[in-house]
């Protein structure tokens, strides 16, 4: 009697715990397979930026959902690719590296344009994220070690609300300024 008694009054403490582990344990609101498929979307779009590099996305995009939050996305992208370094050409040339920096600060303007229309059109498939959640963006810019880096951003985050990201994409607006933070550091 005693233990059916202590059984009865363990359970009746523990039951709140157990109601929330059950529920922090549901399928998640975004599923894997959606990341997946946004993922994928981006690789394509950050792809073709520019005909002339085939290095433009060193490694995959990855996105994460995040409850009461939104989704995040993250991606290395390289603006440039760099002079071929090999044996006969162990380091880059002044004039390399010149030019280098010149070409990757020439692209930033378009590369920032691109990452809100990305953000805007990713918003738009991602049904599952409520409309007051956040669609994330962060672009880490891939660099070379002998690379002059002055003026460059080492990343650039775009930010909105998916709600108002839809609305401007069904609206056909092409200016994003007053719904897109964009954060460079």
Known sequence: MKRLILSSILFAAAAPFLLRAATAGDSPRVTRSTLISTE???????????????????????????EGYGVVFTAEVNLVTGPP?????????????ATQHAKKMQRLPEFRRALQTALVNTAATLDAVPDDGQVVLVAILAKYPWEDLSGMP????????????????KSGA???ADIVRVIEN
């Open 85 to 97: 370094i090999h044996m006969f050409h162990p380091t880059a040339t002044p004039e390399e590296i």
């Open 154 to 169: 080492q990343q650039i985050m775009v930010q909105g609300q998916k709600k108002k990201l839809v609305d401007a994409k």
């Open 40 to 66: 994928e979307n981006l690789d394509n779009r950050f792809r073709q930026l520019w005909n002339d590099n085939p290095y433009a996305l060193p490694g995959p995009t990855r996105g994460v959902y995040l």
């Open 174 to 176: 092409t200016n994003f």
